[in-house]
């Protein structure tokens, strides 16, 4: 018996049981098995070798030396091949773990940024070849890296060969999107479902005239939602995702995934046909490749997440992004007031143990401002006031401000608004550098810091941005350029410097003084059993709103994290956490019952028990 039968004998009848509720066809069952298979003894030996380490250690995404970062492949080295040749920079980081931005073949230029594929199995001639990324993943792998790649699930580009046969009149492929003849239905249909975009693509359908039909369109006109309802699409999407994981690749970000399926008199999101097709997908990926991990794209309220991983029993996704984390922390920094932080840290502490979140500052997308505005009334603070707060104070139009930043996807009717920027820029490096003004450099790199070492400290894993590593600033030349300067996202997604990387090693640069600091938080989180799975993790009361604390234990060790959002000293005083504690950071012995911390502190304090 093979590895894949064993794998197969197990989870067979789940996986037919869920195939026949929602499809009921019995032949495409047999067409998805056998294309299993087919993936299966395609796949090489190296990576059945690192499908049984997998399988004998399911939770290595957990340890602490998980270390991410995220960056699209051509601003950083321009393709594939060239790298292959960085990689000595990234395992200098100890990166574990590397997200590169959508690099699937699209249509130039309206893509998305690459969400817009047009074919499922081939790299982007403009990134290289699909030999290329197989040298890569198989390089990374020998460095203990992992690749993680977008699927875009949901959608295909309107150039793709399923729509160019649909726009032919091929009905086989028309059945492949969610068309209607008239407008009555998606009409219909918008009343319920929320827009994406409402300021820049309005509405969830556009016309076709080619088919003289309306489509799905949920995110722009040249995405076309897939029709889940067809096994056909589902079988192919699968078949696509495992001929990705014989590449290489050992992380599928599922994008998109509450939108898979669309139900007349319902918003469309987070259905329970999703549920039955992610977890279709992870039997799917646990026969053929175990060694695949999940990661969905859920930007969602913490309540609403739960259900994406599924039970233990029955899991989905392995790992979430956590994105109301980011926002809530950028919040309490402008607002100095960790209340929300510290409320929507409580909700994911109490999700089940297996829910395991990728935590992060920046990434390729905006800060959407989506606070739990219930909680906010509770503590006075006006939602929309607010929210305007945020996005005027990161873009460096409120007074006082320190960061800058870029307004995006304004909305004139809601007044509601999103943030662009690096995080260095919106740290305050930038201001403080435009300025020559060394004190306010300063200022700059400890709130970076200590926004990077709170995100680090939470329960998961992290993921850096690239370019933070270095304090990398916001760049603006996308505004000369016609193709780009009507998306203010473009200001963080900027060419890498290369220049500046090599002021990591100069002392006193603002390059050194950020990875030097990243590297002994890093360090710290690699070597600490506290950062382990399986770890208690909760946020403790401070006594006081402007320092939040986290507090890692083990049946040996405690470990206090203190972080102060404010630009002045704040007293804090723990309960029940006594004796004397090592502070990580500086070497000193400190007391973490009472002290008092200096503006925009950062602590990481062990004892060890007995």
């Known amino acids: 018996m093979t590895a894949y039968d064993r794998r197969m004998a197990a989870r067979r009848d789940e996986l037919e049981a869920l195939y026949m509720e929602l499809y009921g066809d019995r032949a495409m069952l047999e067409d998805l098995e056998g294309r299993m298979a087919e993936a299966y003894a395609a796949r090489s030996l190296g990576l059945r070798r690192l499908d049984g380490r997998r399988e004998r250690e399911p939770g290595w995404y957990r340890r602490g030396n998980m270390l991410g970062m995220t960056m699209y492949t051509d601003l950083f080295a ?28 699209m249509p130039h230029p309206d893509n998305d940024g690459g969400y817009a594929v047009e074919d499922f199995g081939l790299v982007d001639p403009s990134l290289g070849t699909n030999e290329d ?5 198989a390089a990374m792998r020998k460095r203990g890296m992992s690749l993680c790649l977008d699927f875009v699930l949901n959608h295909t580009a309107d150039t793709h060969d399923w729509a160019m046969r649909a726009k032919a009149g091929d009905q086989a492929y028309i059945d492949r999107y969610i068309c209607y003849d008239t407008p009555d239905i998606p009409r219909e249909m918008e009343k319920t479902i929320p827009d994406v975009f409402p ?18 369109s949920s995110f722009h006109p040249y995405q076309w939602d897939l029709n889940y309802r067809n096994p056909a699409v589902f079988n192919d999407m699968a078949a696509a995702m495992l001929k990705l994981a014989n590449m290489g690749v050992e992380v599928m970000r599922v994008d998109a995934t509450p939108y898979l399926w669309k139900e007349m008199g319902t918003t469309c999101r987070n259905l329970p046909q999703v549920h039955t097709i992610m977890r279709m997908i992870r039997l799917i990926t646990e026969c053929v490749c175990p060694g695949v991990i999940l990661k969905g794209e859920v930007v969602m309220a913490p309540k609403e997440l739960a259900p994406y991983f599924g039970s233990l029993a029955k899991p989905e996704c392995h790992i979430l992004y956590n994105s109301s984390t980011m926002c809530t922390q950028w919040s309490a920094l402008a607002s100095g007031d960790i209340r929300q932080l510290k409320h929507q840290l409580d909700e994911l502490h109490s999700l089940p143990e297996h829910c395991v979140f990728v935590n992060y500052l920046r990434c390729h997308d905006d800060i959407g401002w989506g606070l739990n505005e219930e909680f906010g009334w509770s503590i006075g603070q006006d939602a929309l006031a607010h929210k305007k707060y945020l996005y005027e104070f990161y873009e460096g139009s409120f007074p006082g401000s320190w960061a800058r930043g870029e307004r995006y996807n304004y909305d004139p009717v809601t007044q509601d608004a999103r943030t662009c920027g690096t995080t260095a820029s919106l740290c305050g490096v930038e201001k403080g550098l435009a300025e020559n003004d060394e004190a306010q450099v300063d ?25 933070d590593e270095i ?31 090599a002021k990591r090693t100069e002392a006193g640069t603002v390059q050194q003084r950020i990875w030097d600091g990243l590297r002994q938080l890093e360090a710290i989180r690699a070597s600490e059993p506290c950062f382990g799975p399986n770890v ?40 029940a956490v006594e004796g004397d504690f090592t502070d990580l950071i500086t070497g000193e012995a400190v007391r973490c019952d009472s002290r008092t911390l200096a503006p925009w502190q950062y602590s990481l304090c062990r004892k060890t028990e007995g």
């Open 78 to 105: 321009g393709d594939l091949q060239g790298l292959l040749g960085k990689l000595d920079y990234l395992s200098e980081q100890n990166i574990t773990y590397l997200h590169l931005m959508p690099l699937l073949k």
């Open 133 to 137: 990324l197989a040298r890569l993943t």
């Open 199 to 216: 300021a820049t693509a309005p509405g969830s359908f556009i016309y076709v005239p080619e088919m003289k039909k309306y489509v799905c």
């Open 443 to 467: 200022l700059g790199i400890r709130r970076d810091l200590m926004m990077h070492a709170a995100m680090m400290t939470m329960a998961g894993f992290p993921m850096l941005s690239s370019g």
């Open 471 to 501: 304090g990398q600033l916001n760049d603006y030349g996308y505004r000369d350029d016609p193709a780009r300067r009507e998306d203010s996202r473009n200001v963080h997604r900027s060419i890498f410097s290369w220049a500046n990387a």
């Open 536 to 575: 208690w993790v909760t946020t403790w009361d401070t006594h006081n709103d402007h320092v939040l604390a986290l507090i890692h234990r083990t049946e040996a060790e405690t470990l206090v994290g203190l972080f102060n959002f404010t630009g002045a000293e704040q007293d804090v005083s723990l309960d």
